[in-house]
C-alpha cells in the first residue's frame, strides 16, 4: 500500500524555523496537504497543494514540493506551534492517504 | 461558518455495526464542489482515511476498509452517515467527519470516540 514518509519528531527554538518533510512516490504527481494537530482537538488545514494557506493561517506557515518530497516551513516559530503536523496526498487510484505524523516540539 | 458535528453510540459490541452521523450546519450539502469525508484516529495514533463521497453518489473508499464501509448521504436533512461492520477492537477510535476540497480536509467536525468492546 502507498506509504507517506515523515520524521517523528522535530525539535526547534523560539523564532527559529522548523522544516517537515513528507515524502512519497505519488508526490511528483499529486498534491500535498498538511494539518495541524493539537491534543484533543481536531486537525486544521495549514497548507493545500503543496503551497497554498488557507485563510486565516499565518503566513509564517508555507509549503513547498520537490520531487518526491512536500516541505512544510514553520518560519519564526512561536510556542502556539508546537503540535503534531501530518501530511496528506493520494495514491495513483486517487484515495487519500496521510502520513504517520510529526510532533514539533518548542523548546 | 460551515459547522460539522458528529453523532452516534460512544460504546459498540465486537462484530456489530456502527453508525455514525454527520449534521452540517451553515451550507448545503449539497455544493457541487464539495465531498464529504470521514477520518478515524485511534488513541495515540495517526489519522486514517476512512472515505469520502459526492451528493450525487459518488464515493472512494480507503482499500483497507473497503469491504466493511458504507457511506451515505441524505442532502434533505443536510446529513452524511457511515456504517463499519464487523467492529473489532481496533476499530477504536475517534471519528471524524470533514468537508473535502478537491483533496484539502477544510472542515472538520470536533470528533467522537467510538470504544469497540464488550
Known amino acids: 500500500s502507498y506509504e507517506l514518509t515523515q520524521p517523528p519528531s522535530v525539535s526547534v527554538s523560539p523564532g527559529q524555523t522548523a522544516r517537515i518533510t513528507c515524502s512519497g512516490d505519488?508526490?511528483?504527481?499529486?498534491?500535498g496537504y498538511w494539518y495541524q494537530q493539537k491534543p484533543g482537538q481536531a486537525p486544521v488545514l495549514v497548507i493545500y497543494k503543496d503551497s497554498e494557506r488557507p485563510s486565516g493561517i499565518p503566513e509564517r506557515f508555507s509549503g513547498s514540493s520537490s520531487g518526491t518530497t512536500v516541505t512544510l516551513t514553520i518560519s519564526d516559530v512561536q510556542a502556539e506551534d508546537e503540535a503534531d503536523y501530518y501530511c496528506q496526498s493520494a495514491d495513483i487510484s486517487g484515495t487519500y492517504v496521510f502520513g504517520s505524523g510529526t510532533k514539533v516540539t518548542v523548546l | 461558518h460551515l459547522q460539522l458535528q458528529e453523532s452516534g453510540p460512544g460504546l459498540v459490541k465486537p462484530s456489530e455495526t456502527l453508525s455514525l452521523t454527520c449534521t452540517v450546519s451553515g451550507g448545503s450539502i449539497r455544493g457541487s464542489d464539495y465531498y464529504w469525508g470521514w477520518i478515524r484516529q485511534p488513541p495515540g495514533k495517526g489519522l486514517e482515511w476512512i472515505g469520502s463521497l459526492y451528493h450525487g453518489g459518488i464515493a472512494y473508499y480507503n482499500p483497507s476498509l473497503k469491504s466493511r464501509v458504507t457511506v451515505s448521504i441524505d442532502t434533505s436533512k443536510n446529513q452524511f452517515s457511515l456504517n463499519l461492520s464487523s467492529l473489532s477492537a481496533a476499530d477504536t477510535a475517534v471519528y471524524y467527519c470533514?468537508?473535502?476540497?478537491?483533496?484539502?480536509?477544510?472542515?472538520w467536525g470536533q470528533g467522537t470516540l467510538v470504544t469497540v468492546s464488550s
Open positions: 470533514a468537508r473535502d476540497y478537491a483533496a484539502a480536509l477544510d472542515y
Open positions: 505519488a508526490l511528483p504527481k499529486q498534491y
